[in-house]
Antibody, heavy 122, light 105 residues
Framework: QLQLQESGPGLVKPSETLSLTCTVSGDSIKSAYYWGWIRQAPGMGLEWLGSTYYDGSRYYSPSLKNRVTTSVDTSKNQFSLRLFSVAAADTAVYYC???????????????WGPGTMVTVSS | DIQMTQSPSTLSASVGDRVTITCRASQSIGIWLAWYQQKPGKAPKLLIYQASNLESGVPSRFSGSGSGTEFTLTVSSLQADDFATYYCQQYDNYSTFGQGTKLEI
């Protein structure tokens, strides 16, 4: 059974870089699916940040394109998010998730991690 | 960016009611729309994809319809477990979510 688990610092200082990792268990990260990041600010809706494939293909939200990167570590069965120059507005629960269909770069998300809260504060 | 607008923002209903939530896209997205259910402190759960396809394991009282710019999620007979917040998501052009509809008693 596929499971995802986010990990990373719960507190990041303003102007620094937020780094999160999603560990995939129960399947290989090279299993032909795209893997995505979505966040949810407190009391707010969902925001897609970006999605990545094990071969390095990546798609980012146009509104965050200059501040976000994703990567995949196939040896550890993990994928990662980096968000640069964070501010208080980046405080949110960050989720990793799997795209529904193989090789679909734009898709619904069928498997989600439980989420990890990241607070941006000095 | 494609904007997704859900209505209503809050919906009061009772067990056994039939309810409908609407999602409108700022431009045509074909059938590339999904619906999610989210409960407090939990990750969203996929209910419907490609506008009308029921995700495996989701009760048949949930249904989706629409294409182009207007979509609906219908729950035919509300159960106690259905009170939650619902989000639509377009994935025709990158991905954006609606602002959510809170379904409350």
């Amino acid at each position: 059974q596929l499971q995802l688990q986010e990990s990373g610092p719960g507190l990041v200082k303003p102007s620094e870089t937020l780094s999160l990792t999603c560990t995939v268990s129960g399947d290989s990260i090279k299993s032909a699916y795209y893997w995505g990041w979505i966040r949810q600010a407190p009391g707010m809706g969902l925001e897609w940040l970006g999605s990545t494939y094990y071969d390095g293909s990546r798609y980012y939200s146009p509104s965050l394109k200059n501040r976000v990167t994703t990567s995949v570590d196939t040896s550890k069965n993990q994928f990662s998010l980096r968000l640069f120059s964070v501010a208080a507005a980046d405080t949110a629960v960050y989720y990793c998730a799997r795209h529904l269909s193989p090789r679909a770069s734009r898709d619904a998300f069928d498997i989600w991690g439980p989420g990890t809260m990241v607070t941006v504060s000095s | 960016d494609i904007q997704m607008t859900q209505s209503p923002s809050t919906l009061s209903a009772s067990v056994g009611d039939r309810v409908t939530i609407t999602c409108r896209a700022s431009q045509s997205i074909g059938i590339w729309l999904a619906w999610y259910q989210q409960k407090p402190g939990k990750a969203p759960k996929l209910l419907i994809y490609q506008a009308s396809n029921l995700e495996s394991g989701v009760p048949s009282r949930f249904s989706g319809s629409g294409s182009g710019t207007e979509f609906t999620l219908t729950v035919s007979s509300l159960q106690a477990d259905d009170f939650a917040t619902y989000y639509c998501q377009q994935y025709d052009n990158y991905s954006t979510f609606g602002q959510g509809t809170k379904l409350e008693i």
